[in-house]
């Protein structure tokens, strides 16, 4: 096989990466299935170590999908994968947790202008129009942040610059972070 090909279908097994922070949240099994890659087109970069897919780029493996208009691999020296960016209008994740029957409402689900993943750090960050959500909870911010090494959420808003009509000055007006949480439902006798 060309030394090329294996390059690439290497890569294209490490796009996968991208689920695997998230596996106090994932189904564990997803690990164990074919990873699927489908975009318009697939550039491998040495020079600049990196793989760039693009045009409606959807990476499946098991339950996981990620989909965005763009994604970025980014290695180091050794070839290890360091970083992913997805870019779209937007940029999506869904992925099924352990344990869970596969029903819509129990995928966790994230969308974005923009989602990066950073392998050292097992830290996922939302970016722009953030939203995350499972079964009716979600959190959406400007940025979203998530570690999966501490299980840790952050949510921010950022200060936004925008022009009064009665004037030409900026003023800053800071977007909210907004989380919602479904009500139980009663339980009927």
Known sequence: ????????LSRCFLAVVFGLPVSSWALSTDRQKDIEIEADSAIIDDAKQLTIYTGDVVIIQGSLRITGAKVTIYYD???????LESVGKPARFRQLPDGKKDIDSNYQVAHADRMEYFKKKDLIVLLGNAVYGQGGSKVAADRIEYNSRTSRMTARSVKAKTKT???????????????VIPAKKKKSN
Do not use: G, L
């Open 1 to 8: 096989m060309n030394r090329n090909v294996i390059k690439f």
């Open 165 to 179: 009509k009665s004037t030409s000055k900026n003023k800053k007006k800071k977007s909210r972070v907004r989380i």
């Open 77 to 83: 020296d050794d070839s290890d994968f360091v970083k």
